[in-house]
Structures are given as structure tokens and as C-alpha cells.
């Protein structure tokens, strides 16, 4: 039974809860960066769960054009300390530096997953309840608009039936497969 025993709870907890902080922040530089509804409910939400760490670190790091470098950064710093937690926990020892060279490629594929899921909820609000009005969907076709707009403008529907969602998610997918493992490499990740 040994150390796995708790290992894996505390591990998980540790990825749950800095996982979802980690979320929420790449939300708001992402929904940012398209320039998303501020006053939508669920943008409020995000903007008021990242503010309080968001503000200090922003005297210090300035925005860059429409990008926010300073929740990027964020992002970046937590996903380190979520690993370096994780091999703590592992009784690996601690590694600064590896964390933060390991962080780079999960941002990247935390970021696909956001818009894959984004899009997955989209496609199946869809066929549930076409045509209605709700808050975070809005908020997920505002997200998914730049990537979805391209494909949309080269695969017209086929009667009645949008086949672009299931193209770009083909892409995403393979994005994440011929993108992740090289960058994993580089950084020398053992995740």
C-alpha cells in the first residue's frame, strides 16, 4: 500500500485546485486577447477571481498590444509551482528550473483543450437548444470565432449541416500531437 497510498491524493488535489485557478487565468488572457463581452457574467467571474493577483503583477509586467504578457505570466509561474508541488509530493526533490521549462509545453496544451472543449460545448448546445441566448455560450463563440471563422469561410454548410467544427477540431487534435511531444522533448518534461 505504501506511499501511493497518499501520493496520488495529494497529487490530485494538487492538480484540481491549482488546474483550476491555472484555467480561470488563461480564460481571462485568452478572452482578452479576442476582446470577448467584459460584461458578460462568467468574464466578471473570471475577472474577479484573477484581479487580486493579476493587479500587482501587472506594475510590472505592461501589456504587449492587445495581449496580456502579465496573466500569461501568471499562468505560467502557477503551472511551475503546480509541478514543483507535484514532484515534492512524489518525493522527487526540488527543481526549479526543470518546472518552469516543463510549464511551457502544458500552457500550450491546456490552451488546445480550451478550445476543444469551448468547442465540443458549442456543437452540442447546438443540437439541444439551438438558437437560444445564454451567457457562457456567448462567451465560448466570441472564443472560438477566430479559429472557427477560417474554417467556416472554406467549408460552407452541407444541407444545413456545419461540418467546420468537426475540421477544426480534426486540426486541433493534431496540433496538440505534432506540437506537444517535440515541446515536452525540448523541455526535457518527464509529464
Keep these: 500500500m505504501g506511499s501511493d497510498y497518499l501520493t496520488n491524493p495529494l497529487v490530485f488535489l494538487i492538480q484540481v485546485l491549482l488546474g483550476a485557478y491555472i484555467l480561470v487565468v488563461m480564460l481571462r488572457f485568452l478572452l482578452q486577447y479576442v476582446r470577448a463581452d467584459f460584461y458578460n457574467p462568467l468574464s ?13 503583477l501587472r506594475r510590472v509586467i505592461p501589456a504587449m498590444g492587445k495581449m496580456d504578457v502579465s496573466s500569461l ?10 509541478l514543483i508541488l507535484i514532484l515534492l509530493v512524489m518525493g522527487e526533490g526540488l527543481n526549479l ?21 469551448s468547442i465540443l460545448v458549442l456543437v452540442i448546445a447546438s443540437w439541444i437548444s439551438p438558437g437560444t441566448y445564454n451567457p457562457a455560450l456567448s462567451l465560448l463563440t466570441t472564443l472560438t470565432d477566430p479559429i472557427m471563422r477560417p474554417a467556416r469561410q472554406m467549408i460552407p454548410p452541407i444541407s444545413g449541416l456545419d461540418l467546420s467544427p468537426m475540421v477544426v477540431i480534426i486540426g486541433l487534435y493534431l496540433l496538440q500531437m505534432l506540437l506537444i511531444p517535440p515541446l515536452r522533448y525540448i523541455t526535457g518534461s518527464p509529464f
Design 44 to 56: 466578471q467571474f473570471v475577472v474577479k477571481v484573477t484581479s487580486p493577483v493579476l493587479h500587482p
Design 73 to 82: 505570466v501568471l499562468a505560467w509561474l502557477l503551472k511551475a509551482v503546480e
Design 97 to 117: 528550473i526543470g518546472p518552469l521549462l516543463w510549464a511551457i509545453p502544458e500552457l500550450v496544451m491546456l490552451t488546445i483543450n480550451i478550445f476543444l472543449f
